[in-house]
């Protein structure tokens, strides 16, 4: 399935930004970082979705890690990869990537909150 890994998540971000050739401006412990932020993000907004976790810490992803698996529904997991580019974004200083980031986010936040997934 898509985007079940750590690995897969890097991957998808990367085609996104069109970051895909070395040396990379997104490092793979800045990407891994955002999707560990992401998944605090989207539990306040969704906690329905974490309800395994309510108990139990959620599992800290990281890039050596690549093969572990992202405990996450399926119909959400763009979600997740719009966030990470997002947040990726705002880091660039360009004047008109602050436009690009704040829509990145805000379809981090419909995808999230969407009943139709």
Known sequence: MALS????YIDEVRVLMQDRRVPYRYSDESIVSELNIAMLETRKMRPDLFMKYFRTPYPDFKPEEPTVEVPFEPIYRMALVYYICGKCVLRD???????????LLAKHARSILSTEG
């Open 93 to 103: 200083e360009e004047e008109n990537d602050e436009a690009r980031a704040g829509k």
């Open 5 to 8: 890994t750590v690995q897969e």
